[in-house]
């Protein structure tokens, strides 16, 4: 059994077959798929997709790039949206200096509002991080975080990893870590604790090998489980399982 941590299939890439989608994925053993919001509208509709279909949760916010589109009731039409029963998480939220960062501090007074409204609703925190670790960890260090926190997609930062274990914070790891170049997320995987690590597609985004360059789906997220069975030398049920218990923990699905 699987669970797919983080995805899109909100997103218009999945117009044409998202019901076949989400379908393939139960079939292949995937017990559940976090369908993350990235703004007001992204989020309605994954929590839509979540009342439609049970093995789909979601989870609302704006994500650190959209936030420049947003203002103070976008994160009322969030808050409202976060009180649903289907609603398993806050964000995608964080900062993302990695284009530009002429509207950075718009970036981290929505990052606090996310923190603020996880705490408030005792609901776990979904962190964007890209090129923007120590700012990061400067707002971490000042807020009352909420007790569950994952970074998604983690990029194999080790300093950031350091400082993730020290929280006790959960790492998500993606299709990057089938890539060949990817040794510092694969090295960053190795020495994470087990009972901290997770797996997901962030599809649309980031297809593992063997379909790299492809549309990504939740049942693919069996092959980034696979892959860290074996960065981390252990027995692929025995890894496949702390997986899937950590995911079902850390969302209480």
Excluded: W
Aim: one cysteine or more.
């Amino acid at each position: 059994m699987y669970i797919d941590t983080h995805c899109h299939i909100d997103f218009d890439d999945f117009n044409s077959d998202r019901k076949n989608v989400i379908e393939n994925a139960a079939g292949e053993g995937v017990f559940a798929v976090i369908n993350v919001g990235t703004d007001v509208d992204s989020s309605r509709n994954s929590l839509e997709l979540a009342d439609k279909y049970s093995v789909v949760k979601a989870a609302v916010g704006i994500h650190p790039s959209e936030v420049k589109n947003a203002d103070s009731g976008s994160m009322k039409k969030i808050a409202e949206l976060a009180k649903h029963d289907k609603v398993v998480g806050i964000g995608e939220t964080g900062l993302d200096f990695h284009y530009a960062r002429d509207f950075d501090k718009k970036q981290k007074d929505f990052l606090v509002r996310h923190i603020q409204l996880a705490g408030a609703l005792k609901l776990p925190l979904i962190v964007h991080q890209r090129d923007s670790r120590n700012e990061l960890i400067e707002i971490f260090e000042k807020e009352k975080l909420p007790e569950k926190v994952v970074f998604h997609c983690f990029g194999g930062d080790k300093e950031l990893a350091e400082y993730c274990s020290l929280k006790g914070f959960y790492v998500s790891f993606t299709g990057i870590i089938t890539f060949e170049r990817a040794d510092e997320v694969r090295k960053a995987c190795r020495g994470y604790p087990c009972d901290r690590i997770m797996a997901e597609t962030d599809a649309p985004f980031l297809s593992p090998v063997p379909y790299r360059g492809k549309r990504n789906e939740p049942s693919r997220v069996r092959y980034v489980v696979e892959k860290i069975s074996v960065v981390r030398n252990e027995d692929l049920k025995t890894c496949s399982e702390k997986i899937f218990s950590n995911s079902r923990f850390f969302f209480n699905v």
